[in-house]
Protein backbone atom coordinates (compact mmCIF):
# COMPACT_ATOMS: atom_id res chain seq x y z
CA UNK A 1 0.00 0.00 0.00
CA UNK A 2 2.94 2.29 0.22
CA UNK A 3 2.15 5.08 -2.17
CA UNK A 4 5.53 6.64 -1.96
CA UNK A 5 8.67 4.33 -1.77
CA UNK A 6 12.12 5.57 -1.03
CA UNK A 7 15.43 3.26 -1.43
CA UNK A 8 17.09 3.14 0.42
CA UNK A 9 15.99 3.94 3.75
CA UNK A 10 19.87 4.23 5.19
CA UNK A 11 22.49 4.67 3.06
CA UNK A 12 26.09 5.30 4.10
CA UNK A 13 28.37 6.71 1.63
CA UNK A 14 32.17 8.03 2.17
CA UNK A 15 33.68 11.30 1.65
CA UNK A 16 33.44 12.32 -1.91
CA UNK A 17 31.70 9.21 -3.35
CA UNK A 18 28.76 9.72 -5.89
CA UNK A 19 25.72 8.20 -4.34
CA UNK A 20 22.01 8.83 -5.53
CA UNK A 21 19.17 8.23 -3.92
CA UNK A 22 16.06 7.08 -5.55
CA UNK A 23 12.05 7.59 -5.12
CA UNK A 24 9.10 5.92 -6.66
CA UNK A 25 5.36 6.32 -6.51
CA UNK A 26 2.12 4.54 -7.34
CA UNK A 27 -0.25 7.65 -6.83
CA UNK A 28 0.69 9.09 -10.86
CA UNK A 29 1.00 12.35 -9.13
CA UNK A 30 2.49 15.47 -11.42
CA UNK A 31 4.58 16.74 -8.99
CA UNK A 32 7.78 15.20 -7.33
CA UNK A 33 9.71 17.24 -4.68
CA UNK A 34 13.26 16.44 -3.20
CA UNK A 35 13.70 17.66 0.50
CA UNK A 36 16.81 17.63 2.61
CA UNK A 37 16.28 17.88 6.63
CA UNK A 38 18.62 17.92 9.50
CA UNK A 39 17.90 16.84 12.97
CA UNK A 40 14.97 19.06 14.75
CA UNK A 41 14.30 21.29 11.20
CA UNK A 42 12.18 21.99 9.41
CA UNK A 43 12.53 19.98 5.61
CA UNK A 44 14.41 22.19 3.13
CA UNK A 45 13.05 22.41 -0.34
CA UNK A 46 16.37 21.22 -2.88
CA UNK A 47 13.84 21.08 -6.30
CA UNK A 48 11.03 20.02 -7.20
CA UNK A 49 9.48 18.92 -10.63
CA UNK A 50 5.95 19.98 -12.26
CA UNK A 51 5.54 17.63 -14.82
CA UNK A 52 8.87 17.44 -16.59
CA UNK A 53 9.91 20.72 -15.86
CA UNK A 54 12.85 21.33 -13.52
CA UNK A 55 12.71 23.50 -10.70
CA UNK A 56 15.62 23.98 -8.61
CA UNK A 57 16.06 26.52 -5.40
CA UNK A 58 18.67 29.31 -5.52
CA UNK A 59 20.57 27.97 -2.75
CA UNK A 60 20.53 24.51 -3.77
CA UNK A 61 24.03 23.50 -4.25
CA UNK A 62 25.21 22.61 -7.46
CA UNK A 63 26.70 18.96 -5.66
CA UNK A 64 22.89 18.09 -6.48
CA UNK A 65 21.77 16.88 -9.26
CA UNK A 66 17.87 15.51 -10.14
CA UNK A 67 16.48 13.17 -12.85
CA UNK A 68 13.25 12.18 -13.30
CA UNK A 69 12.85 9.71 -16.18
CA UNK A 70 9.39 9.59 -16.32
CA UNK A 71 6.09 10.25 -14.17
CA UNK A 72 6.56 7.45 -11.32
CA UNK A 73 10.62 7.86 -10.86
CA UNK A 74 12.46 10.63 -9.37
CA UNK A 75 16.13 10.26 -8.55
CA UNK A 76 18.24 12.35 -6.14
CA UNK A 77 22.51 11.88 -7.14
CA UNK A 78 24.86 14.02 -5.04
CA UNK A 79 28.09 14.13 -7.10
CA UNK A 80 30.44 14.55 -4.47
CA UNK A 81 29.10 14.25 -0.34
CA UNK A 82 30.38 16.02 2.01
CA UNK A 83 30.26 15.44 5.79
CA UNK A 84 27.96 18.49 5.70
CA UNK A 85 25.25 16.46 3.39
CA UNK A 86 24.33 13.79 6.34
CA UNK A 87 20.98 14.25 6.20
CA UNK A 88 17.84 12.64 5.76
CA UNK A 89 16.29 13.41 2.63
CA UNK A 90 12.68 13.04 2.06
CA UNK A 91 10.65 12.72 -1.25
CA UNK A 92 6.94 13.77 -1.77
CA UNK A 93 4.20 13.93 -4.20
CA UNK A 94 1.38 16.12 -4.96
CA UNK A 95 -0.84 16.43 -7.87
CA UNK A 96 -1.39 20.13 -8.66
CA UNK A 97 -4.14 20.79 -11.27
CA UNK A 98 -6.23 24.14 -11.27
CA UNK A 99 -5.10 23.98 -7.25
CA UNK A 100 -3.44 22.33 -4.33
CA UNK A 101 -3.63 18.87 -2.98
CA UNK A 102 -1.80 17.78 0.02
CA UNK A 103 1.80 16.65 -0.11
CA UNK A 104 2.52 12.24 0.35
CA UNK A 105 5.98 12.00 1.63
CA UNK A 106 7.77 8.93 1.58
CA UNK A 107 9.87 7.53 4.69
CA UNK A 108 13.11 9.56 4.22
CA UNK A 109 16.47 8.30 3.48
CA UNK A 110 19.05 8.79 6.49
CA UNK A 111 22.38 9.17 4.60
CA UNK A 112 25.64 8.93 6.33
CA UNK A 113 28.68 10.56 5.18
CA UNK A 114 32.15 8.56 6.61
CA UNK B 1 12.39 27.98 1.89
CA UNK B 2 10.91 29.06 5.52
CA UNK B 3 8.63 31.74 6.05
CA UNK B 4 6.94 31.10 9.48
CA UNK B 5 7.57 30.59 12.81
CA UNK B 6 5.63 28.12 15.58
CA UNK B 7 4.87 28.22 18.80
CA UNK B 8 5.67 26.86 20.91
CA UNK B 9 8.78 24.90 19.77
CA UNK B 10 8.44 22.56 22.47
CA UNK B 11 5.11 21.73 24.51
CA UNK B 12 5.21 18.52 26.75
CA UNK B 13 1.57 17.95 28.70
CA UNK B 14 0.13 15.22 29.64
CA UNK B 15 -2.22 12.56 28.47
CA UNK B 16 -5.95 13.48 28.41
CA UNK B 17 -4.68 17.33 27.67
CA UNK B 18 -5.37 18.97 25.00
CA UNK B 19 -2.50 20.78 23.27
CA UNK B 20 -2.35 24.39 20.84
CA UNK B 21 -0.02 24.86 18.80
CA UNK B 22 0.30 27.83 16.39
CA UNK B 23 1.83 29.23 13.16
CA UNK B 24 2.26 32.70 11.67
CA UNK B 25 3.86 33.11 7.80
CA UNK B 26 4.54 36.22 6.10
CA UNK B 27 3.50 36.55 2.86
CA UNK B 28 -0.30 35.86 1.13
CA UNK B 29 -1.14 32.46 0.76
CA UNK B 30 -3.88 29.94 -1.28
CA UNK B 31 -3.45 27.82 1.52
CA UNK B 32 -1.99 26.43 4.73
CA UNK B 33 -1.24 22.70 5.55
CA UNK B 34 -0.54 20.60 8.79
CA UNK B 35 1.48 17.45 8.84
CA UNK B 36 2.94 15.10 11.72
CA UNK B 37 6.93 13.50 11.95
CA UNK B 38 7.22 10.58 14.07
CA UNK B 39 10.95 10.67 14.83
CA UNK B 40 13.19 9.88 12.11
CA UNK B 41 10.43 8.83 9.68
CA UNK B 42 8.53 11.05 6.92
CA UNK B 43 5.89 13.90 7.05
CA UNK B 44 2.38 12.82 7.41
CA UNK B 45 -0.64 15.19 6.07
CA UNK B 46 -3.18 16.14 8.61
CA UNK B 47 -4.99 18.86 7.47
CA UNK B 48 -5.11 21.71 4.06
CA UNK B 49 -7.04 24.33 4.74
CA UNK B 50 -8.06 26.89 2.14
CA UNK B 51 -7.55 30.87 2.85
CA UNK B 52 -11.06 31.09 2.51
CA UNK B 53 -11.90 29.20 5.10
CA UNK B 54 -11.96 30.20 8.86
CA UNK B 55 -12.33 26.59 10.48
CA UNK B 56 -11.90 22.89 10.00
CA UNK B 57 -12.29 19.91 12.08
CA UNK B 58 -10.75 16.15 11.30
CA UNK B 59 -11.35 13.88 14.17
CA UNK B 60 -9.48 15.35 17.22
CA UNK B 61 -7.91 17.71 15.40
CA UNK B 62 -8.95 21.11 14.99
CA UNK B 63 -7.48 23.65 12.47
CA UNK B 64 -8.05 27.56 12.65
CA UNK B 65 -7.05 30.08 9.87
CA UNK B 66 -6.43 33.96 10.20
CA UNK B 67 -5.34 35.58 6.83
CA UNK B 68 -5.88 39.12 8.53
CA UNK B 69 -3.56 38.02 10.97
CA UNK B 70 -1.15 35.81 8.56
CA UNK B 71 -1.83 32.95 11.75
CA UNK B 72 -2.85 29.68 12.19
CA UNK B 73 -3.34 27.41 15.03
CA UNK B 74 -3.86 23.12 15.41
CA UNK B 75 -5.87 22.29 18.27
CA UNK B 76 -5.04 18.64 19.36
CA UNK B 77 -8.20 17.26 21.89
CA UNK B 78 -8.15 14.77 24.23
CA UNK B 79 -4.33 14.15 23.54
CA UNK B 80 -2.89 10.20 23.69
CA UNK B 81 0.75 9.01 23.78
CA UNK B 82 0.57 8.29 20.09
CA UNK B 83 0.34 11.55 19.03
CA UNK B 84 3.98 12.79 20.75
CA UNK B 85 5.39 13.71 17.05
CA UNK B 86 6.97 16.96 15.24
CA UNK B 87 4.17 19.19 13.87
CA UNK B 88 4.91 21.63 11.29
CA UNK B 89 2.60 23.48 9.18
CA UNK B 90 3.64 24.59 5.84
CA UNK B 91 2.16 27.07 3.18
CA UNK B 92 1.37 26.82 -0.35
CA UNK B 93 1.03 30.07 -2.67
CA UNK B 94 -1.23 30.93 -5.69
CA UNK B 95 2.18 31.28 -8.05
CA UNK B 96 4.05 28.11 -7.49
CA UNK B 97 3.55 24.54 -6.42
CA UNK B 98 6.46 25.12 -3.64
CA UNK B 99 5.43 24.59 0.67
CA UNK B 100 7.36 26.75 2.49
CA UNK B 101 7.58 25.52 6.25
CA UNK B 102 7.45 26.62 9.55
CA UNK B 103 10.45 25.53 12.08
CA UNK B 104 7.83 22.65 13.78
CA UNK B 105 6.69 22.29 17.36
CA UNK B 106 7.94 19.31 19.21
CA UNK B 107 4.91 17.72 21.11
CA UNK B 108 5.14 15.38 23.71
CA UNK B 109 2.51 13.50 25.56
CA UNK B 110 3.24 12.20 29.07
CA UNK B 111 1.14 9.06 29.92
Known amino acids: DAMVIQNPRYQVTQFGKPVTLSCSQTLNHNVMYWYQQKSSQAPKLLFHYYDKDFNNEADTPDNFQSRRPNTSFCFLDIRSPGLGDAAMYLCATSRVNRGWTEAFFGQGTRLTVV | ?111
Not at chain 2, 28 to 47: K, P, T
Not at chain 2, 95 to 100: E, G
Open chain 2, 1 to 111: SQQGEEDPQALSIQEGENATMNCSYKTSINNLQWYRQNSGRGLVHLILIRSNEREKHSGRLRVTLDTSKKSSSLLITASRAADTASYFCATGGDSNYQLIWGAGTKLIIKP
